[in-house]
């Protein structure tokens, strides 16, 4: 994107300042009671029982460094938890996705990447850096922030790097099971959206969508950073594949206690309907702290979801979980 220094800077202030807000929302604590309508809910599109609260638990920022592979296979092990993307640019996304092809139908996607937000932990891209110069910055790494990317990339060098990323992991002979964004890139502009549901439609492969026709719903992500404009919401009522009704992140804590005591308040919030509430699993160790401030978080988050109390939660209040392979099934039979 080339900007002119008198008139283009003032037309991209509005589209920086969603793009940072969107960057800043998987840390968000977001407990607000949202309607997700009164209509027939996505969850009961699928099949899922009318009223249900249905979740996708979703295993963030996978292949991004080996403690955060060591906890996503410990989940999938226990199956605990059954669903994650892989951030292919990093150098341990395709151990786990090679460790993925010999699992029963593993519910992991590509975590489509565009940024390299850490100090020193970070990343180039998969696609040759000739095809994409805007995203590379003077480190010959990806940019740090999405508005960073915003200002210097073009749609079409993120639509080049997302389909390099998806590519890869089918060439390994591994079919991704969703795709969804890192730090919200896709959803930094009205083109990097258009192009993140194009890629879905044209592989076959569902994105994480959320259904926009409910205005309580676009009004709160609008709110939160999203920039849904009018294009947007209509690009998403167009989209074929299976939308979300909502879309959260595991709250921050305190203390482990603090943190599950947020995460049953998030989930006691929400309405009836299919929601992704995405978390960054880690287990502990110096590099881990070295890699993000957030080490703290990502190892509680590690063991949220085999807490016994958390299950009981679940099972008390008729929490459904689900995943995306599921789902993708579900729509599929419904056909």
């Not at 850096?129 to 010959?140: F, M, R, W, Y």
């Not at 940019?143 to 590519?167: C, G, K, L, Y």
């Not at 995460?263 to 110096?286: M, N, W, Y």
Request: net charge negative.
């Amino acid at each position: 994107m080339k900007i002119n220094i008198k008139t283009g800077f003032f037309r991209i202030i509005p589209v920086l300042l969603a793009a940072a807000s969107l960057s800043m929302l998987p840390s968000c604590n977001r407990q607000k009671t949202v309607s997700t309508g009164t209509g027939i809910t996505n969850a009961e599109k699928l099949g899922f029982p009318k009223d249900s609260k249905v979740l996708i638990l979703h295993c963030d920022d996978a292949g991004m460094c080996e403690e955060a592979n060591i906890a996503v296979k410990n989940y999938f092990q226990t199956g605990d938890i059954r669903s994650a993307a892989v951030m292919v640019p990093c150098d341990f996304a395709m151990d786990l996705v090679e460790w993925a092809k010999t699992l029963d139908e593993p519910d992991l996607g590509v975590h489509l990447t565009h940024t390299s937000e850490w100090k020193t932990w970070r990343w180039g891209t998969v696609a040759d850096p000739a095809q994409v110069p805007g995203l590379i910055d003077p480190d010959g790494k990806m940019w740090r922030s999405v508005p960073e990317v915003i200002i210097h990339a073009t749609a079409e060098e993120i639509e080049t790097e997302a389909r390099a990323q998806i590519d890869k992991v089918i060439a390994a002979g591994y079919r991704p099971s969703h795709i969804d964004t890192h730090m919200g890139t896709m959803y930094g502009s009205a083109d990097n959206v258009k192009a993140f549901l194009k890629i879905a439609e044209e592989y076959g492969i569902p994105a994480n969508a959320i259904d926009l026709s409910n205005e309580e719903v676009a009004d709160f992500f609008r709110k939160a950073g999203y920039p849904l404009t009018p294009e947007v919401v209509d690009i998403l009522a167009g989209y074929s594949l299976p939308k979300l009704d909502f879309f959260s992140s595991v709250p921050d804590g305190d203390s482990y206690e603090n943190k599950r005591e947020n995460f049953f308040r998030l989930v006691a919030s929400l309405k009836p309907g299919l929601t992704e509430i995405i978390f960054h699993p880690s287990v502990e160790t110096d590099n881990l702290k070295t890699i993000t401030g957030s080490w703290q978080q990502r190892v509680w988050e590690a063991q949220l979801f085999s807490d016994p109390v958390v299950k009981e939660f679940f099972a008390d209040n008729g929490i459904i979980i689900t995943n995306w392979r599921e789902v993708m099934t579900r729509h599929e039979n419904k056909k």
